[in-house]
């Protein structure tokens, strides 16, 4: 099965700072998404990102499938945005896997 | 629709117990699948399903391990003669064909 490289594995950042968080795949993959677990574990829906540059508010990410990796990008963090985020893909519709994450600690 | 539902959210068993978990997905969504999360690590892929049929299982998915989507819509994950290494998250999620998963709550299991 792909691997998947999530770095860095822990960042701290002051309130208002940008950070960059990148993915790596060790094969092409489809369905590309990134996801924001919170304290309960709940995993919500970040961007669904197969190829290209999609942002939502503060959060953008773009993915570069042709060289397997895709990076998310947080800009003016607040604390609220703490937590631990995956990026996941799968290689055959159907079987995702999943990074081991980035936790992202953001102090006040 | 609201969403991807677990039940239960939580679950204590004492080991050697059986224990059956059930997700009911998004409705109009074709996939459903099974992922199990242990502490510091990401989700891993466990089963699943497009309709009722079960496409894929992991190894990981001993044989003490079963789930079954009988009509296409809510599916069941049984685990028998549950072991405290089974102690985990167990999430579902939901999919159309070919695009994004929503995940649900999870339910966490605790083997004593």
């Known amino acids: 099965g792909i691997q998947v490289e999530q770095s860095p594995p822990d960042l701290i950042l002051q309130e208002g700072a940008n950070s960059t968080l990148r993915c790596n795949f060790s094969?092409?993959?489809?369905?590309l998404q990134w996801f924001h677990q919170n304290p309960w574990g709940q995993l919500i829906n970040l961007f669904y990102?197969?190829?290209g540059t999609k942002q939502n508010g503060r959060l953008s990410a773009t993915t570069v499938a042709t060289e397997r990796y895709s990076l998310l990008y947080i800009s003016s963090s607040q604390t609220t945005d703490s937590g631990v985020y995956f990026c996941?893909?799968?290689?055959?519709?159907?079987?995702?896997?999943f990074g081991d994450g980035t936790t992202l600690t953001v102090k006040p | 629709d609201t969403g991807v539902s677990q039940d239960p959210r939580h679950k204590i068993t004492k080991r050697g117990q059986n224990v059956t978990f059930r997700c009911d997905p998004i409705?109009?969504?074709?996939?459903l699948y099974w992922y199990r999360q242990t502490l510091g690590q990401g989700p891993e892929f466990l089963t699943y399903?497009?309709?009722?049929?079960?496409?894929?299982k992991s190894r990981l998915l001993s044989d003490r391990f079963s789930a079954e989507r009988p009509k296409g819509s809510f599916s069941t994950l049984e685990i028998q003669r549950t072991e405290q290494g089974d102690s985990a998250m167990y999430l579902c999620?939901?999919?159309?064909?070919?695009?994004?998963?929503?995940f649900g709550p999870g339910t966490r299991l605790t083997v004593l």
């Open positions: 996941a893909g799968d290689t055959n519709a159907g079987k995702s896997t």
């Open positions: 409705s109009e969504h074709n996939r």
């Open positions: 990102i197969p190829s």
């Open positions: 094969d092409s993959v489809n369905n």
């Open positions: 999620a939901s999919s159309s064909l070919g695009s994004e998963q929503f």
């Open positions: 399903f497009q309709n009722e049929a079960q496409l894929e």
